[in-house]
């Protein structure tokens, strides 16, 4: 806890990295809101115990949320979500590789 005596020892957790990747959203207005919601409130609950938030830059600065490129109506009740897997790729391994650089 943040508020612990100083003589207790540091929990286990204390100052391990943490990566957040959350998913959804397509529009920059959407993922921003994803990054609010999900992002954010995850990175929150790591820091209560203690852990440290990679960022992936100032902006997204509790990981990264991975978009929706498109989405097609179909017959079913369910729409079909379509993903851009290159950018999808391209994003992981930046974020992968900044969050190894931090850790190590």
């Not at 997204?60 to 498109?70: A, D, F, H, V």
């Given at each position: 806890m943040h508020h612990r005596p100083k003589h207790i020892a540091y929990p286990e957790l204390y100052h391990l990295p943490a990566g957040i990747i959350s998913?959804?959203?397509g529009a920059q207005w959407a993922l921003k809101s994803y990054k609010a919601m999900v992002?954010?409130?995850?990175?929150?609950a790591l820091e209560t115990i203690q852990c440290r938030v990679i960022p992936f830059d100032s902006e997204?600065?509790?990981?990264?949320?991975?978009?929706?490129?498109?989405i097609e109506e179909t017959d079913s009740i369910f729409p079909v979500q379509k993903y851009d897997w290159n950018f999808?790729?391209?994003k992981l391994e930046e974020y992968i590789e900044i969050v190894l650089r931090e850790a190590l």
């Open positions: 998913h959804g959203g992002n954010d409130t995850i990175a929150n997204w600065n509790t990981g990264i949320s991975l978009p929706i490129s498109k999808i790729r391209q």
